[in-house]
């Protein structure tokens, strides 16, 4: 394999890039709201390729897959749970072929949005979705899987469970935080970035991260108290074009390029070793950041 793992290229003190939103994207395309994204990867296979090659075209050097909904469990809105392993399987082919031999895939894992704390699903039930989607992500050409967005410990471990006992992917897992009105940062379910990144390193997850919630500005505290908790594990941000506002009744990101990718060497001191983005970013905003992490340095 030409590109080796993930993990060795960081600790070997490269920086990677990678992709950006997925959702925005599709839109352009013209998905409807009535329509699941994920299926989009086996109805609209060339226009799901066609995104993934846009991020590296850019400079990505890894792209997600867009199976960020695709568990049984989330699918079962569209009546689609029953596709769940092809819709990830096809999922992971497009951004393979996207990708060729020399960048990475990474399989995109989100939360399914039951809470075992409220006993609206199980753990068994839980593991189960996790599975048939990590296994499917393989099978279609997933170097990695990136359980992102959680805010539930219980759940995220489940997950890199299902991934790490099922497959040979490398896994990264990623979670949302708001900071706090002491200016502190926390997830929805109260859980600080040293409890969610020692719950997950301790599950076996291989890199660390945060993802959505906040813009670059704000990811560069997170990721300093997750490195100053594990000094050796690569951390993986992926952050919006800064943080929302609304104009005109309809949610932006307002943050450019050129101004995501000024924050950029902060995030990378504080301890990054892969950076992305998330809600609001571009092929136009991973570019910006490309360019600004070659020129670190200089």
Known sequence: ????????????????????????????????????????????????????KDYLDAGADMVE?????????????????DRAAEINEWAARASRQAAGDDRW???????????????????EELYEAFKTQAVALQAGGADAVCIETMSDIEEAVIAIQAAKENTDLEIICTFTFDRTVRGDYRTMMGVSPT????????????????????????MKDIVA??????????????????????????????????????????????????VGGCCG????????????IMNIGR
Not at 195 to 218: K, L, S
Not at 227 to 232: G, L, Y
Not at 259 to 265: D, F, K, N, S, V
Not at 281 to 292: L, R, S, V
Request: proline share 5%.
């Open 1 to 52: 394999m030409i590109r080796g793992k993930i993990t060795d290229a960081v600790k070997s003190g490269r920086i990677l890039v990678s992709d950006g939103a997925w959702g925005t994207m599709l839109q352009n395309k013209g998905l409807t709201t009535a329509e699941c994204p994920d299926e989009w990867s086996v109805s609209h296979f060339d226009i799901v390729t066609e995104i993934a």
């Open 65 to 81: 897959t867009n199976s960020f909904g695709a568990t049984a469990i989330k699918l079962e809105h569209y009546g689609l749970s």
């Open 105 to 123: 895939v990474i399989g995109s894992v989100g939360p399914t949005g039951k809470m075992l704390l409220m006993e609206e699903i199980t753990e």
């Open 195 to 218: 409890a969610a990144a020692a719950a997950a390193v301790q599950a076996g997850a291989d890199m660390i991260g945060t993802n959505c919630g906040n813009g670059m500005e704000r």
């Open 225 to 274: 108290e997750m490195r100053k908790a594990f000094p050796e594990v690569p951390i993986l941000v992926h952050a919006n074009a800064g943080l929302p506002v609304n104009e005109d009744g309809k949610v932006v990101f307002p943050q450019t390029p050129e101004e995501m990718a000024a924050l950029t060497p902060d995030v990378i001191r504080a301890g990054a070793g892969i």
């Open 281 to 292: 970013t571009t092929p136009e905003h991973i570019n910006a950041i490309k360019y600004a």
